[in-house]
């Protein structure tokens, strides 16, 4: 039973526009969220997070939107850059456990 | 100050066979916790261990166990391989807790059962 859902496996965007990536949860208790980056042969680095009691986070060219009745988390990537191609797994913290999603295949064109 | 490492990176197995695989976490880190990679499944928690205990633990079978020692390195069993547990295997180390610090991945093992 999938918790936290990316229906997205990949997205393509030009270099310099935005990327926004997706992620919807089911369980309402979850009171915190990251996104990682994954590239190929390595382990996946922490990128942003937010606390169920905040809408927003903003860290440089990265936000992270959260809107808790609709159960929804976006990040969004501004502006887009070729370095930033790699896969996107958001997570969902609930109880003692993390709930990752499948992840989100993003290539950015230049 | 060195990442998370996590040995060997890549293992072959047949079923039936068990096997043991390590990680170091970064110097400092106290928390250690695996994670299970699979193209459909995403990430799947497994355990996570502090002080040489297991803390928190997911909803996988009793063929995955773990460790740690006294140094904080982790190691995690799976006895008796099944085709389905051919993924890669994601270490990730934490200051105290991975619930209120950041986990830093190691680059994974990618274990095959044949």
């Known amino acids: 039973d999938q918790q936290v859902k990316q229906n997205s496996p990949s997205l393509s965007v030009q270099e310099g526009r935005i990327s926004i990536l997706n992620c919807d949860y089911t369980?309402?208790?979850?009171?915190?969220f990251l996104w990682y980056k994954k590239y190929p042969a390595e382990g996946p680095t922490f990128l942003i997070s937010?606390?169920?009691?905040?809408d927003k986070n903003e860290d440089g060219r990265f936000t992270v939107f959260l809107n808790k009745s609709a159960k929804h988390l976006s990040l969004h990537i501004v502006p887009s850059q070729p370095g930033d191609s790699a896969v996107y797994f958001c997570a969902a913290r609930g109880g003692n456990q993390f709930y990752f999603g499948t992840g989100t295949s993003l290539t950015v064109i230049p | 100050k060195a990442g998370v490492t996590q040995t060997p990176r890549y293992l072959i197995k047949t079923r039936g066979q068990q096997v043991t695989l390590s990680c170091s976490p970064i110097?400092?880190?106290?928390?250690v916790s695996w994670y299970q990679q699979t193209p459909g499944q995403g990430l799947q928690f497994l355990f996570e261990y502090f002080s040489e205990t297991q803390r928190n633990k997911g909803n996988f079978p009793g063929r995955f166990s773990g460790r740690q020692f006294s140094n904080s390195r982790s190691e995690m069993n799976v006895s008796t391989l099944e085709l389905g547990d051919s993924a890669l295997y994601l270490c990730?180390?934490?200051?105290?807790?991975?619930?209120?610090?950041?986990?830093?991945f190691g680059p994974g093992t990618r274990l095959t059962v044949l």
């Open positions: 937010i606390s169920s009691i905040k």
């Open positions: 369980n309402s208790m979850f009171d915190y």
């Open positions: 110097s400092g880190h106290r928390s």
């Open positions: 990730a180390s934490s200051l105290i807790s991975r619930d209120t610090d950041t986990q830093y």
